[in-house]
């Protein structure tokens, strides 16, 4: 039988707003699906917008944010290679993978919402009936998605992302380009989550998506087992 392959989409973009500050993906959101599905055999391709080395927060490197994944991602050779070589977003075929997952960090919130590479590739792969599985800040990447009938594909759907109320506890509010929880409901989102910093997922037919950076290995959990019924 053939390895399952799932293709994994990071953000290209580096500035925190005008803050001066830096931002990009956050490490543990992508460590810890990257490796759930390593270790079951799943063949993982990386891809961002701009290729190359994307940009990592650099707050999810700070003692606070480390975890099991994130050390053995800080002690794997091979991923740094790939993260520093990601392929470019415009390049990839939806028929080349079974799944795609985005991870988080605030990046995601200025380049992947509109990006149009990115749009069509999510709606490349809902139409081959493949799942899409996105995990905090990333959930910004469904906004803009539509279906064949030209639709929000997530109106209606169950759908979860970065809460308004875990946006204040990090200060971010008034920097952040949007308030994500607040986009999804106006999507016609069914917006759904938990108590803030705790790992929530819910799955909407073939959408999974996640609350927060707590939430990254449950949702690869749940793409997993789709991809494995």
Known sequence: MNAKKILMVLTSHADLGATGEKTGFWVEEFAAPYYIFKDNGIEITIASPLGGQ?????????????TTATARYDDDAEIQKLIANTHVLAEINVNDFDAVFYPGGHGPLWDLTENSDSIQLIENFLEAKKPVATVCHATAALLNVKDSSGNYAIHGKAISGFTNSEEDAV??????????????????????KSEDWSSFAVQDGLII????????????QKLLEQLNP
């Not at 940009?55 to 490197?61: F, M």
């Open 54 to 66: 994307p940009p990592i927060d650099p707050k999810s490197e700070l003692e606070d944010f480390q």
């Open 171 to 192: 200060q971010l509010t008034n920097i952040v380009p949007f308030l994500l929880e607040d986009e999804l409901v106006k999507r016609g989102a069914n917006y759904q």
């Open 209 to 220: 998506s996640g609350q927060n950076p707590a939430s990254s290995a449950l949702v690869a």
